[in-house]
Nanobody, 123 residues
Framework: QVQLVESGGGLVQAGGSLRLSCAAS????????MGWFRQAPGKEREFVTG???????SYADSVKGRFTISRDNAKNTMYLQMNALKPEDTALYYC?????????????????WGQGTQVTVSS
C-alpha cells in the first residue's frame, strides 16, 4: 500500500509557473506507475500526464509542451512542472499510483490517490 500527498498548488497569473510535488510513503515507489489528474468544478476528472516505472511519459494534448512530469525514486517523489499556465488549467490536481509498468489515462486504472492540491490561474 502507498499513501500519496500532493503539495505546491496555489494562485498564479496566466503565463506563470507552478511545480507540484507528490510524496509517496513506503519503500516500493519505484514499482508503481504514476499519474497526474485534475478535476474542475462541474467536470469529470481528467488525465493530465503519466509516467511509467521506466520513466516513459505521456501527456494530454491540452498540456503538451507546457507541462513536464518527472519522478525521483530515491526520494519517493513525483513532480509536475507547469509552465505557461492558462485559466483553463484551474482545477484540483491529484496524483495517483497503480501497481504495474504503464501509466494509463483512465482514473479507474489507479488504485491509490492523494487528497489533491488546488491550482488557480487568474486571467
Amino acid at each position: 500500500q502507498v499513501q500519496l500527498v500532493e503539495s505546491g498548488g496555489g494562485l498564479v497569473q496566466a503565463g506563470g509557473s507552478l511545480r507540484l510535488s507528490c510524496a509517496a510513503s513506503g519503500r516500493t515507489f519505484s514499482s508503481y506507475a504514476m499519474g497526474w489528474f485534475r478535476q474542475a468544478p462541474g467536470k469529470e476528472r481528467e488525465f493530465v500526464t503519466g509516467i511509467s516505472r521506466s520513466g516513459s511519459t505521456s501527456y494530454a494534448d491540452s498540456v503538451k509542451g507546457r507541462f513536464t512530469i518527472s519522478r525521483d525514486n530515491a526520494k519517493n517523489t513525483m513532480y509536475l512542472q507547469m509552465n505557461a499556465l492558462k485559466p483553463e488549467d484551474t482545477a484540483l490536481y491529484y496524483c495517483a499510483a497503480r501497481g504495474g509498468t504503464y501509466a494509463y489515462t483512465t482514473p479507474e486504472n489507479y488504485t491509490y490517490w492523494g487528497q489533491g492540491t488546488q491550482v488557480t490561474v487568474s486571467s
